[in-house]
């Protein structure tokens, strides 16, 4: 087995057979409950896991034309989870949703009055690298834990996303996850019972 990192990488590459590329989830992009911050508590997303580490979840291609299909596994990526977790922030704060800042994590997740937990349940990618960087296409489904921190009381809701990235970008799989994790973000703000556990 051989494995190839790249500057952003999050992605194994194993074996010599022609590995054909797998069907990317297109989940359909809903229309979020758009709010004001003033009315809605305050949001901290405290972490995204992933559990996936070795899965295989596509197809690699290499070169400015992509050929010699090969199997992806999963390698986690501190910078792409990180990337991650500001596109769900911002995501939230764009749509009108109050969302606390803090540079200790610790004590922001003690002032925050919801604390939001994302761990990635599946994911599909096929992505081609060249020495221009990664391009392809990728979608994954989220779980969101919402966790009340005054009453203790949790929900969790399940919500996907996709992205495509034509054009090679240096940071392209990285692009690509943080673009899906919005879009799933956009999902799961069109859930009412998301709405309503965050309203004041």
């Not at 996936?52 to 999963?74: D, F, P, V, Y």
């Not at 990664?134 to 009453?151: H, P, V």
């Amino acid at each position: 087995m051989r494995v190839l990192l790249l500057a952003a990488a999050f992605l194994g590459l194993a074996g010599c057979a022609q590995i054909p590329p797998v069907a990317v989830d297109k989940p359909a992009q809903r229309e979020p409950i758009k709010s004001q911050a003033q009315a809605t508590k305050s949001i901290y997303v405290s972490n995204v896991t992933t559990k996936m580490l070795g899965r295989k979840i596509g197809q690699a291609t290499s070169g400015l034309i992509c050929i010699n299909g090969e199997e992806m596994t999963w390698l986690d990526s501190q910078f792409a989870i990180n990337l991650m977790r500001e596109r769900i922030s911002d995501t939230l704060r764009n749509n009108g949703y109050s969302v606390h800042v803090g540079l200790i994590q610790s004590s922001a997740e003690k002032d925050a009055d919801v604390l939001i937990g994302v761990g990635i349940e599946d994911m599909k990618a096929n992505v081609c690298f060249s020495v221009q960087g990664q391009k392809g296409e990728a979608s994954f489904k989220l779980k969101f834990e919402i966790l009340d921190n005054k009453t203790r009381q949790s929900i969790n809701l399940l919500a996907s996303g996709s992205s495509k990235l034509t054009e090679f970008d240096k940071t392209g799989t990285s692009q690509l996850l943080a673009d899906a994790a919005a879009m799933a973000t956009v999902n799961l703000l069109a859930e009412e019972m998301f709405f309503n556990a965050t309203r004041k």
